[in-house]
């Protein structure tokens, strides 16, 4: 899917929101999303990930790095937490204004340019924020166009993920497809399983709506919901069972899916 969406601003935004969370949290609260994590474990994470992807881009590495190990200068009590995540998305934010992102760059995913790890930043911090406001019995609202960006991002990149996510590499199927479409605005997404792999249909990597050549390539099973009920079901931060979620066609299809495409 093409976008307009400011992914720097969107950054900014998304941590500015977390830090907000977490200031008035308890940092000793559990975090169901994230098993066995408390809320200074995943703000650890957030900040740590964010400080990482600006070395990067900082760096303009042009192959895989050889270490993710960064001077992450964590603070000495669990209070702390919240300011450093915040300085950790001012060091982005600095690098992103400094920097080139259309230059070439490597990226683990389908866009080898700088813009990739700021994209990447913006949908990482956006489902932590979420875990953040679940774990604390809040209703996560996300802007529906963001969403949509970040359903195109997730798929988009996913074939990719191996590595990290190596159940991605049962993702197998004689030309098995999988529909996920948009109820709340323009979107529709077909996912192809190939003998070989699997990725976004070349008619619809994009979706933009009920008339695109995507939404009319017949699908065997199909998921729909709002832009941020199918971003948050990627993450498996919801269950395809929650009434929110309308499913049709092969529902073991659909279970093979998310049996496999955990993040």
């Known amino acids: 899917m093409t976008t307009t969406l400011d992914h720097p601003a969107g950054v900014a935004a998304e941590t500015a929101r977390f830090v907000a969370v977490v200031r008035a949290a308890d940092p000793s609260t559990k975090v169901p999303t994230c098993p066995d994590w408390t809320m200074t474990d995943l703000v650890r994470h957030a900040g740590s990930v964010q400080r990482w992807f600006t070395v990067l881009l900082r760096q303009r590495i042009q192959e895989p790095p050889?270490?993710?190990?960064?001077?992450?200068?964590?603070?000495?009590?669990?209070?702390?937490?919240?300011?450093?995540?915040?300085?950790?998305?001012?060091q982005a934010g600095a690098e992103f204004a400094a920097a080139d992102l259309d230059a070439p760059m490597w990226a683990w995913g389908a866009d080898q340019h700088a813009r990739f790890w700021v994209r990447r930043m913006l949908f990482e911090t956006l489902v932590h924020r979420v875990d953040a406001e679940l774990a604390l019995g809040l209703r996560p609202e996300i802007d529906p166009a963001l969403a949509a960006d970040g359903v195109s991002e997730f798929l988009v990149n996913l074939p990719f993920a191996a590595v990290f996510a190596p159940r991605t590499a049962l993702l197998r199927g004689a030309g098995r497809s999988i529909r996920f479409t948009r109820t709340d605005g323009d979107g529709d997404w077909l996912v192809r399983l190939r003998p070989d792999g699997f990725g976004l249909d070349d008619?619809?990597?994009?979706?933009d709506g009920p008339d695109s050549q995507a939404a009319q390539v017949p699908a065997d099973a199909t998921v729909r919901g709002t832009?941020?009920?199918?971003?948050?079901l990627l993450y498996g931060r919801l269950d395809r069972a929650d009434d929110r979620f309308e499913l049709a066609g092969d529902q073991e299809l659909l279970a093979h899916w998310f049996a496999n495409s955990a993040f």
Not at 66 to 88: H, N
Not at 203 to 207: H, K, L, N, V, Y
């Open 203 to 207: 008619s619809g990597a994009a979706g």
């Open 66 to 90: 050889r270490s993710r190990e960064v001077d992450l200068r964590l603070p000495e009590r669990p209070e702390g937490y919240p300011d450093w995540l915040a300085e950790a998305a001012a």
């Open 227 to 232: 832009a941020a009920d199918l971003l948050l």
